[in-house]
């Protein structure tokens, strides 16, 4: 069982930076994806990007690529979400996910199914980030 919890999220203009950190408890093997998601009041939730640790690739969403950069601290067992240029639209509860990865397939392709189901297996609690206009 994988624990997973967030912090960094808060309050910022737009055109600001937050940094989002989600420490997991364990990684029982070293070919995990791990992903972020957002959800908005009144929305579903959405994938924001997604890290394979397999092979160290990522994919981000079209509405945060260029701002946003996933990355991990494998020996802290932390995942980050570095976040540019804030927008309001950006306002969300925003949620890390772990998963194996599926096997026999490449890493990212396997990540990216977990991540287009939204069906990973551990999840955080959420921090909000609100972005004012």
């Known amino acids: 069982q994988v624990q997973l919890v967030e912090s960094g999220g808060g309050s910022v203009e737009a055109g600001g930076s937050l940094t989002l950190s989600c420490a997991a408890s364990?990684?029982?093997?070293?070919?995990?994806?791990m992903g972020w998601f957002r959800q908005a009041p009144g929305k579903e939730r959405e994938g924001v990007a997604v890290?394979?640790?397999?092979?160290?690739?990522?994919y981000y969403a079209d509405s945060v690529k260029g701002r946003f950069t996933i990355s991990q601290d494998n020996a802290k067992k932390t995942l980050y979400l570095q976040m540019n240029s804030l927008k309001p639209e950006d306002t969300a509860v925003y949620f890390c996910?772990?998963?194996?990865?599926?096997?026999?397939?490449?890493?990212?392709?396997?990540?990216?199914?977990?991540?287009?189901?939204?069906?990973?297996?551990?999840w955080g609690q959420g921090t909000q980030v609100t972005v004012s206009s």
């Open positions: 890290f394979a640790t397999g092979n160290s690739k990522n």
């Open positions: 364990e990684y029982t093997d070293s070919n995990y994806c």
């Open positions: 996910a772990a998963d194996r990865a599926p096997a026999a397939v490449p890493p990212l392709l396997g990540c990216l199914t977990l991540y287009a189901e939204g069906s990973f297996a551990y």
